[in-house]
């Protein structure tokens, strides 16, 4: 499990782009990962993971914390509104928030639980169809719509076409969030981090560079 190798990148990436190393957050993605090679990673002493989906998590990390403190849960994917109660109790920080229904789902549960996890609004930078996330003409819109539901905000998050350059896409969402005063952008994975580090990344979701390539069997 090459963890010290994955962070000495992104500590060489950071010296590049003249920023301290601990800017940016290492988001472990463990979605479909056999449980012995998470707990070697957790073994090694990292803490923030990430999850694809609500159902995955909750039958992984509640047995974990048992076991590791200060574990953080990121989750990366698309979030049902009726799993949105569930995602809420498990993550310390949502990435995909797209749409009003689901900004408005989590600004009601946050005022019944009392607490709600970071969120990062999605935008769709490639404007593809079958990608969620708001279109970057109505980003500015999104977020004044979730600033008005008193929601934590922590920033944006994209994932570029996989045959676009990356990074035109993490500039443009850098773009976005600074025009709207955000500081946290979700962006850059285990082939193209270090290029979102030099756009500002300050969170980057990396998983088979760290844990192996995934087998959905």
Not at 2 to 12: G, H, T, Y
Not at 25 to 54: C, M, W, Y
Not at 193 to 208: D, L, W
Request: charged content about 25%; proline content about 6%; glycine content about 8%.
């Amino acid at each position: 499990m090459p963890l010290d190798e994955i962070k000495a990148r992104v500590a060489a990436a950071c010296a590049a782009a003249d920023r301290p190393a601990d800017d940016v957050t290492l988001i472990a993605v463990s979605k479909v990962q056999p449980l012995d090679r998470v707990r070697a990673v957790l073994d090694q002493g990292h803490r923030v993971f990430g999850e694809n989906k609500v159902q995955e998590a909750a039958g992984k990390w509640p047995a974990f914390r048992e076991t590791y403190d200060g574990i953080a849960l990121h989750l990366i994917g698309p979030l049902q509104t009726n799993k949105a109660r569930q995602a809420m109790d498990l993550a310390q920080a949502i990435h995909t928030v797209d749409r009003p229904k689901l900004a408005t789902t989590l600004a009601r549960l946050a005022q019944d639980m009392g607490h709600c996890p970071d969120l990062f609004i999605q935008v769709n930078t490639g404007e593809e169809p079958q990608k969620a996330g708001v279109l970057p003409s109505q980003a500015d819109d999104f977020v004044a719509q979730v600033r008005a539901l008193d929601l934590p905000l922590a920033g944006l998050m994209c994932i570029p076409p996989v045959d676009e350059e990356p990074t035109l896409h993490f500039a443009l969402l850098a773009k976005i969030a600074a025009r709207n005063g955000l500081t946290g952008l979700s962006m850059g994975m285990s082939g193209d981090f270090e290029r979102a580090i030099a756009q500002g990344a300050t969170h980057i979701r990396v998983g088979s560079a760290i844990f192996g390539e995934r087998d959905y069997g």
